[in-house]
């Protein structure tokens, strides 16, 4: 167990990274964020930031000497960066393995699929011929996506049966994707587990996530969604961390379809912005509960005090900060990044409810 005073290393410096050096200092721990970015909204919150980027092997040896466990708050840290710092003796959590797989989403969906988990119907697309051949196979309508470093809708393209495919796979620049079938789904949904290195685990409400422009929105907590569809989601998700052996946060994202199957669509090692409400209407945040678990600290209660909506502000949608600030029902968190570009995420602002 690391004791309050011991170092978290945060590789990223991003909003989930100041969220955590927050909720670590609540407990007395001292992080440390590792990032590229000259400016970033997790090193303005830590005064010990280490700024370089991911391949710089004299940065990282300075940084994995500085620190007792590292974690990383996005996962597009490269594998090479992972293992450096694990050969250093420094333990990783969640674990290389984890970021390997969950990086990729064609080892994420075999890996799902290889534990039994349902995923959307998909194919591996290397050329344009692959793309005409899966095409052909899972149906008109599908979304192409890169593998690797696609987020927030990047590295998408939404197909049809009018759609020409040369111009999709040109789109993507000739990058290793998948086709995934496109899901008619009634909801997304999401579910943020915990699990620590004796494999206890904690899983807070199912959410119901609602994205535009490929970007999440809103987050509406708990889930309007039947009793029996929350415990199989909950229970895809213990099955998934469980199998994938993390240690940390899991954020399983899924589809809910209309005839009622759970599809998984995404995993993510790391909090989640679908979690945000948890900082304001839960027990435990899961910042906190990411902290406890790869601190080896007993899981926190995920009880929920509260019902919740949160909202993300994205680009200008900050400036309208005035008018949450002066609601008494709602809570604001602003990530303070000098620049406010369209599909930038600059902060969100979570809803108080009555449980209902
Ligand atoms: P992702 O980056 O995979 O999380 O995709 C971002 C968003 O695009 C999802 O949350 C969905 O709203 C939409 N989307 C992604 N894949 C599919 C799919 N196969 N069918 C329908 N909508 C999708």
Excluded at 155 to 161: A, F, K, N, R, T
Excluded at 166 to 191: M, N, P, Q, T, Y
Excluded at 323 to 330: K, L, Q, R
Aim: proline share 6%; glycine share 10%.
């Amino acid at each position: 167990m690391l004791a309050p005073g011991s170092t978290i290393g945060i590789l990223g410096g991003g909003q989930l990274g100041r969220m955590l050096v927050g909720a670590a200092a609540r407990l007395g721990y001292r992080s440390h964020v590792f990032t590229p970015e000259a400016e970033s909204p997790a090193g303005l919150v830590t005064p010990f930031v280490t700024r370089a980027p991911f391949d710089d092997e004299a940065a990282l040896a300075r940084f994995a000497a500085a620190v007792d466990v590292v974690t990383f708050e996005f996962e597009n840290v490269p594998a090479a960066t992972a293992e450096f710092i694990t050969a250093r003796g420094k333990p990783m959590h969640p674990g290389p393995e984890v970021l390997r797989i969950t990086q990729d989403r064609l080892e994420e969906k075999d890996f799902l699929r290889s534990v039994g988990v349902a995923t959307t119907e998909y194919r591996a697309v290397n050329s344009l011929a692959d793309l005409r051949r899966a095409a052909q196979q899972i149906g008109p309508r599908g979304v192409l996506k890169t593998v690797r470093l696609g987020y927030d809708g990047k590295g998408q393209v939404m197909l049809g049966p009018d759609s020409d495919l040369a111009e999709a796979w040109r789109r993507l620049g000739g990058a290793i994707a998948i086709l995934e079938g496109f899901v008619d789904f009634a909801c997304e949904v999401s579910v943020i587990i915990a699990r620590n290195a004796s494999g206890a685990d904690a899983t807070y409400s199912p959410v119901e996530n609602r994205h535009v422009n490929h970007i999440l929105d809103t987050t509406v907590a708990p889930a309007r969604i039947a009793p029996e569809a929350a415990i199989r989601a909950e229970a895809i998700a213990r099955h998934v961390a469980d199998r994938l052996g993390v240690i940390g946060l899991l954020a399983v994202e899924m589809f809910l379809t209309r005839s009622g199957e759970l599809l998984v669509n995404e995993l993510a090692p790391r909090p989640h912005n679908s979690g945000h409400w948890t900082l304001d209407a839960c027990a435990t945040s899961q910042f906190e509960q990411h902290v406890r678990a790869i601190c080896g600290l007993p899981l926190g209660s995920t009880a929920r005090h509260c019902d919740a909506v949160m909202k993300n502000l994205i680009g200008d949608e900050v400036e309208r900060w005035r008018e949450w600030i002066a609601d008494p029902s709602a809570k604001v968190h602003i990530y303070g990044k000098s620049e406010a570009r369209p599909g930038r995420k600059m902060g969100h602002v979570t809803r108080l409810l009555p449980r209902g």
